[in-house]
């Protein structure tokens, strides 16, 4: 049998290796149980932010005749005609309404009847102020869009970090206990980071999937389809960005873990990649608000995952803007995994020091 014959061919030896980290996560009880805690914060957090978006109850006002009319065409009111004040009263009494309307000869010609306190927001209606013209009416509720800037940034930087640093610890594992030597025998270690890429690309991407899919689940059940639409394509482009941006990430938590050779070392190579993640999730809520901001980091590979989703969940991407967003990341990508591999096929072997960039860079 030929040496070509004999050699695992590339697909099915990048599927083996990648089977393998599918395993050995699924088995480790560390990894389902912070994958359920961070289902329940994602979840929680969305529910919870969609519960607050939500309009507020309308105010049951009780309206006497011609007190009526300055409640006309105005949100935020449940108005109940009735035949007389008195009829009002009773209603404010028995707490069937917060408050009445019944006219008098005040300039304004009506009054406001209460029982302990009346409601702000009827106050404020029938407050005399000037008109307010809202250019952008088509705006989301700031609350919501808080909690969704929280759950992009969220749900990006703890699955980056948990499938990151098990790639980090998998390959300084490997090197300490001499198993990475039986491995680069036969197969060849490009294919060795390939199948590690790919294997925990794979959970990470049906991790995302199914908190995707809990989310809508979680806006429906709780009437929130309104927002449901707005936030069902953010989502699924989200997920799409985040599985490209994750093959990059996941290349230099690979990399950088093969530069050393104890598991105490890791945070020494890996804390750039580190600082790379924890960044796009401090800057996403913080400036989820902000164009410019959010315009700058559509286009930088590392924030395009949040920033761009955020973005689009706003309304402030042309349509043409998430795909050259994609693009640019997939490109960095596919450069990033070049010299990763680069680094991770000249540093698996050298064991005790770490290894110098310079040396892992080497040709």
């Known amino acids: 049998m030929s040496a070509t014959t004999a050699e695992p061919r590339l697909v099915s030896s990048t599927w083996l290796v990648a089977e393998r980290e599918i395993s050995a996560r699924l088995h480790s009880k ?3 149980i912070s994958t359920l805690i961070l289902f329940i914060v994602a979840i929680g957090g969305m529910i919870v932010g969609g519960l607050m978006a939500q309009n507020q109850s309308d105010t049951p006002v009780a309206v006497v005749g011609q007190a009526g009319a300055a ?3 105005v949100d935020g009111f449940d108005v109940t005609e009735v035949a007389d004040a008195d009829e009002a009263k009773t209603l404010v009494k028995e707490g069937e309404v917060d408050a009445a309307l019944v006219p008098d000869d005040s ?4 009054a406001i009847i209460a029982d302990t306190e009346a409601p702000s927001s009827l106050i404020a209606q029938l407050s005399v102020s000037p008109e307010v013209m809202l250019l952008d009416t088509d705006s989301e509720n700031p609350i919501f869009a808080y909690f969704v800037a929280i759950g992009f940034g969220l749900v990006f930087f703890m699955s980056a970090m948990t499938f990151g640093q098990v790639i980090a610890q998998s390959v300084v594992e490997e ?4 198993v ?9 270690v490009r294919i060795l980071l390939a199948g590690k ?4 690309s794979i959970l990470a991407f049906a991790q995302i999937a199914i908190l995707a899919v809990l989310s809508i689940i979680g806006l429906t059940v709780i009437g929130q389809n309104d927002l449901l639409l707005g936030l069902g394509a953010p989502i699924v482009w989200f997920v799409g960005f985040f599985t490209v941006g994750f093959i990059l990430l996941a290349a230099m938590f690979a990399a950088t873990g093969s530069m050393v050779s104890r598991q105490e070392d890791i945070g020494s190579t ?3 990649v580190t600082m790379l993640v924890m960044l796009p999730y401090f800057l996403v809520i913080l400036f989820h608000d902000n164009p410019i901001v959010l315009g700058i980091m559509s286009y930088v590979p590392f924030s395009a995952p949040v920033g761009m989703p955020m973005r689009l969940f706003l309304g402030t991407a042309a349509w043409w803007e998430p795909i050259l967003s994609l693009v640019v990341l997939a490109a960095s990508a596919i450069i990033v995994v070049m010299i990763g591999a680069r680094i ?3 540093s698996l072997l050298k064991m005790g020091s770490r290894v110098k960039w310079g040396e892992a860079l080497s040709r």
């Open 71 to 73: 409640l006309e065409g």
């Open 344 to 346: 991770y096929e000249n």
């Open 180 to 188: 990475i030597e039986i491995l680069m025998s036969t197969i060849p």
């Open 197 to 200: 890429v790919l294997g925990n």
């Open 175 to 178: 090197k300490q206990t001499r």
């Open 30 to 32: 560390a990894f389902v």
């Open 270 to 272: 890996t804390t750039p």
């Open 107 to 110: 300039p304004i010609g009506v």
